[in-house]
């Protein structure tokens, strides 16, 4: 007896509760597609290097040519310092400024192209919101966040301003100066004038062409859709049925979420809502946290040990590296 509940009633209590359907998502984990399974961790590979492509397109703005391998390992890296500690964005730009100085790379330049990256980043992923909640219409949980759409697409905008002030602010500098000096006493004025001059220096160093940022964009967004896709290939892993119509809109949401400082990395946070998420689309309970927990274990749980392991060999190795090589850069007009 347990509780005055018998052995049995216990078990058919157990069977009928949240615990079958746990079981039966383990059990599907237990057997999953492997060859479907590798092709998912292909996936997430070509989105990290989408990522990857993207800091290194923004590098390469500013005159440095820097490998994609490099970029890479420095991606993993900075990906598992972000995501495990306390504030991990600012250990991991500051990790990756570090990375970057003893290859050559100017600190201002790597500053800027690391916040450029997470901005963009930001704005593709908005942009795979929109357009997934457009997709799935009333289908699952996108129908609810309809209303948001022009919040989102407000959000897009402003994003997309900052982006553009950052890549073209010298009229934009011009007339904070003007603005300051009148608004401003003359100590304060100073202080400001300083800050406007170091991000005149910072600034100069980088200048896109629009071809180029057009390449940055696209690979801002490759980086969520190849995510996406690792996701869809950990359904059909364990023998889900992919509802089309609303994973694009549910897989966007859970991300969405996962900005939230609620738990180093989402953990627990991501698993939980995502599996909601798919749920809601008809997924069946079972299927859903199977397919939930596998995408996690590929875009988490095994690319964090990796990327402390790439953290703790390049630690390892404080010699300074030969200077990138300046690339030509085509200066838009």
């Known amino acids: 007896m347990l509780l005055g509940v018998s052995a049995s009633n216990y078990a058919r209590l157990r069977d009928s509760s949240q615990w079958g359907t746990l079981d039966a998502a383990l059990g599907q984990l237990a057997h999953v597609h492997w060859r479907t399974l590798r092709w998912a961790l292909y996936a997430e590979a070509l989105a990290l290097v989408a990522f990857a492509q993207l800091t290194r397109l923004l590098l390469r703005a500013g005159g440095v040519n820097l490998g994609l391998g490099s970029m890479f390992r420095l991606t993993l890296a900075s990906n598992a310092l972000a995501l495990t500690l306390p504030g991990g964005p600012a250990w991991a730009v500051t990790f990756s400024v570090d990375q970057l100085r003893r290859r050559g790379v100017g600190k201002s330049l790597s500053v800027y192209a690391f916040v450029l990256t997470w901005l963009m980043s930001a704005i593709a992923l908005v942009v795979v919101a929109v357009v997934g909640i457009d997709v799935a219409g009333d289908v699952g949980p996108a129908a609810r966040f309809q209303a948001l759409e022009p919040m989102l697409t407000a959000s897009i905008c402003a994003l997309a301003i900052a982006v553009v002030l950052l890549f073209r602010v010298q009229s934009w500098r011009a007339r904070a100066g003007r603005l300051a000096r009148r608004c401003c006493p003359d100590l304060a004025w100073r202080r400001i004038e300083r800050h406007i001059l170091a ?83 008809h997924m069946p309970a079972a299927t859903a946290i199977a397919a939930a927990l596998l995408y996690r274990i590929i875009s988490f749980w095994l690319l964090v040990p990796i990327g402390w392991g790439v953290v703790v060999s390049m630690l390892a190795k404080p010699r300074r590296r030969r200077a990138p090589i300046p690339t030509p850069v085509r200066v838009a007009p």
């Open 199 to 281: 991000t005149r220096e910072q600034r100069s160093e980088v200048r896109i062409a629009p071809r180029v940022l057009l390449r940055c964009i696209a690979a801002a967004i490759l980086n969520w859709i190849y995510d996406c896709a690792a996701l869809v290939l950990s359904i059909l892993a364990v023998g889900g049925h992919v509802p089309w119509q609303g994973v694009l809109a549910a897989y966007a949401l859970t991300q969405i979420s996962a900005a939230l400082p609620i738990t180093p990395g989402g953990v627990g946070v991501v698993e939980g809502t995502l599996s909601l998420m798919l749920i809601a689309c």
